[in-house]
């Protein structure tokens, strides 16, 4: 109801659709909630095979994806830390010093309660935790995922895995996205430490990095938009504006979406995915550039697109660009089909069963081909819409910050901006979007040339 810009729509009490403030779309709707039920059984085209996809995937994930099932998807901090991969103190940094006390294993030997998951999911990512002091966390909201550990953590300064999973706990009380939430109190604290905000603005509070009772405080402040939590609020990309030129410096966002937890100087093909995405900063329809640099079974999942070969992390070359349209359109499917990315994608599912597991849901005698197809035209679609809606190539930018090295640390490479601008160029060449706009041609090929009429006259 307080329309903060980054609201999530909730579900239960511990998952959240997180990211573009669609909960605040909601709120100015008067929409409250949407409650569905049903007794009919969900018909299957085919039972058969459904079923035995369903046992493949029930007996076989919680083994290829054991690291997501043992540790959640907090595991992964102690796999971007070392590399410098892992956002620190809004983004100036990639490791920080006590990363093992907010990784799986601390987790796990310290507030871990138990594994939770979506409805029969075997692989069990989530997690329920309990902190008894110095606060309270009610296990009901669930544990922190790594993107609400780094962003109300590493991001912020942080080490105190109960103080991060007390801040879980409020952003999923409130509905407000863990990642927005995290990211826009790191900013005010990059401008408090800076001279840009003071005590005057913040009404009295020490907004320092590494200070757990500010970052808490902002929270409930920002869901309740009261005191300096009314102006952060609003996001990163608004409240820069309203302080000033000296501000945009700190502003870590594209296209007004605060940065996800996953660091473009590291994997700079997602650097370039975040910048085209027609949701602003995103990891959800990107790529993970450090898992196809050596072969094993994320670049051997790609082979049946024919991406065969391992690329640098730091490759922007046409055939890493290739891997990003080709996989993003992927995850655009995925995101239609509402499956979930760590069971279909991390876990190892293939290819060839998804297919099989759409064509006996749905009966629809479907190919790889029209599948990616799919996302392809999903992009296409939110493209022509960004484009109506005002948004321009121009728009698809990175912070400054990412094309100079971190000042200290295991990271020692930026982006390149030549560099980076010829793999968006790339980008636009493979999709065909001649100055970032698709042409009508391209829309025919998707069966979408209907959405030419909803481009901008020149
Ligand atoms: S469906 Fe996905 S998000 Fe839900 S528990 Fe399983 S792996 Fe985790």
Same mark, same amino acid.
């Given at each position: 109801?307080?329309?903060?810009?980054?609201?999530?729509?909730?579900?239960?009490?511990?998952?959240?659709?997180?990211?573009?403030?669609?909960?605040?779309?909601?709120?100015?709707?008067?929409?409250?909630?949407?409650?569905?039920?049903?007794?009919?059984?969900?018909?299957?085209?085919?039972?058969?095979?459904?079923?035995?996809?369903?046992?493949?995937?029930?007996?076989?994930? /919680?083994?290829?994806?054991?690291?997501?099932?043992?540790?959640?998807?907090?595991?992964?901090?102690?796999?971007?830390?070392?590399?410098?991969?892992?956002?620190?103190?809004?983004?100036?940094?990639?490791?920080?010093?006590?990363?093992?006390?907010?990784?799986?294993?601390?987790?796990?030997?310290?507030?871990?309660?138990?594994?939770?998951?979506?409805?029969?999911?075997?692989?069990?990512?989530?997690?329920?935790?309990?902190?008894?002091?110095?606060?309270?966390?009610?296990?009901?909201?669930? *544990?922190?995922?790594?993107?609400?550990?780094?962003?109300?953590?590493?991001?912020?300064?942080?080490?105190?895995? /109960?103080?991060?999973?007390?801040?879980?706990?409020?952003?999923?009380?409130?509905?407000?996205?863990?990642?927005?939430?995290?990211?826009?109190?790191?900013?005010?604290?990059?401008?408090?430490?800076?001279?840009?905000?003071?005590?005057?603005?913040?009404?009295?509070?020490?907004?320092?990095?590494?200070?757990?009772?500010?970052?808490?405080?902002?929270?409930?402040?920002?869901?309740?938009?009261? *005191?300096?939590? @009314?102006?952060?609020?609003?996001?990163?990309?608004?409240?820069?504006?309203?302080?000033? /030129?000296?501000?945009?410096?700190?502003?870590?966002?594209?296209?007004?979406?605060?940065?996800?937890?996953?660091?473009?100087?590291?994997?700079?093909?997602?650097?370039?995915?975040?910048?085209?995405?027609?949701?602003?900063?995103?990891?959800?329809? @990107?790529?993970?550039?450090?898992?196809?640099?050596?072969?094993?079974?994320?670049?051997?999942?790609?082979?049946?697109?024919? #991406?065969?070969?391992?690329?640098?992390?730091?490759?922007?070359?046409?055939?890493?660009?290739?891997?990003?349209?080709?996989?993003?359109?992927?995850?655009?499917?995925?995101?239609?089909?509402?499956?979930?990315?760590?069971?279909?994608?991390?876990?190892?599912?293939?290819?060839?069963? #998804?297919?099989?597991?759409?064509?006996?849901? +749905?009966?629809?005698?479907?190919?790889?081909?029209?599948?990616?197809?799919?996302?392809?035209?999903?992009?296409?679609?939110?493209?022509?819409?960004?484009?109506?809606?005002?948004?321009?190539?121009?728009?698809? +930018?990175?912070?400054?910050?990412?094309?100079?090295?971190?000042?200290?640390?295991?990271?020692?490479?930026?982006?390149?901006?030549?560099?980076?601008?010829?793999?968006?160029?790339?980008?636009?060449?493979?999709?065909?979007?001649?100055?970032?706009?698709? +042409?009508? *041609?391209?829309?025919?090929?998707? *069966? #979408?040339?209907?959405?030419?009429?909803?481009?901008?006259?020149?």
């Amino acid at each position: 109801e307080n329309l903060v810009r980054f609201a999530s729509v909730m579900n239960d009490l511990d998952a959240a659709a997180g990211r573009t403030g669609m909960g605040a779309v909601m709120g100015s709707k008067k929409l409250k909630a949407i409650a569905v039920r049903g007794k009919q059984r969900v018909s299957i085209a085919d039972p058969a095979v459904f079923k035995e996809i369903a046992r493949w995937i029930a007996d076989n994930t /919680p083994i290829t994806n054991k690291g997501m099932h043992d540790f959640g998807t907090a595991r992964v901090v102690a796999a971007l830390d070392p590399a410098g991969g892992l956002p620190t103190r809004n983004f100036q940094l990639g490791s920080i010093e006590g990363a093992n006390k907010i990784d799986g294993q601390a987790m796990l030997d310290t507030i871990f309660v138990k594994r939770r998951a979506c409805f029969a999911c075997p692989v069990q990512c989530k997690r329920e935790v309990k902190v008894d002091k110095p606060y309270v966390v009610d296990p009901q909201y669930g *544990g922190p995922e790594y993107e609400t550990i780094a962003a109300l953590g590493s991001d912020c300064g942080i080490t105190d895995l /109960p103080a991060i999973a007390k801040g879980n706990e409020l952003c999923n009380a409130y509905g407000l996205d863990t990642i927005s939430c995290g990211a826009t109190i790191a900013f005010a604290m990059e401008c408090f430490e800076n001279g840009l905000l003071s005590t005057k603005d913040t009404g009295g509070i020490e907004l320092r990095f590494g200070s757990t009772e500010a970052m808490l405080q902002m929270v409930e402040q920002i869901a309740l938009r009261q *005191g300096f939590g @009314n102006t952060l609020a609003e996001g990163v990309a608004r409240v820069a504006k309203k302080i000033g /030129p000296a501000a945009e410096e700190y502003a870590m966002h594209i296209k007004g979406q605060e940065l996800p937890m996953h660091e473009p100087r590291l994997k700079q093909g997602l650097g370039v995915g975040y910048a085209i995405s027609p949701t602003g900063a995103d990891h959800c329809q @990107n790529i993970h550039d450090t898992v196809y640099t050596s072969i094993g079974p994320m670049l051997e999942m790609v082979y049946p697109i024919g #991406i065969l070969e391992p690329m640098a992390a730091n490759d922007l070359s046409p055939a890493k660009i290739r891997l990003l349209k080709y996989y993003s359109e992927f995850m655009h499917f995925l995101n239609c089909a509402v499956c979930c990315y760590f069971v279909m994608a991390l876990s190892f599912v293939g290819f060839e069963r #998804i297919t099989q597991l759409v064509k006996a849901v +749905t009966g629809w005698d479907t190919s790889l081909f029209e599948l990616l197809k799919v996302g392809e035209r999903a992009v296409n679609m939110a493209r022509v819409f960004n484009l109506r809606e005002g948004f321009t190539a121009k728009d698809d +930018t990175m912070p400054e910050r990412f094309f100079a090295p971190q000042p200290s640390g295991p990271l020692k490479v930026a982006l390149d901006p030549r560099a980076f601008e010829e793999g968006k160029e790339t980008y636009y060449e493979m999709m065909g979007w001649p100055n970032g706009v698709p +042409t009508p *041609g391209r829309l025919g090929e998707l *069966g #979408i040339e209907w959405a030419a009429s909803q481009l901008p006259s020149k």
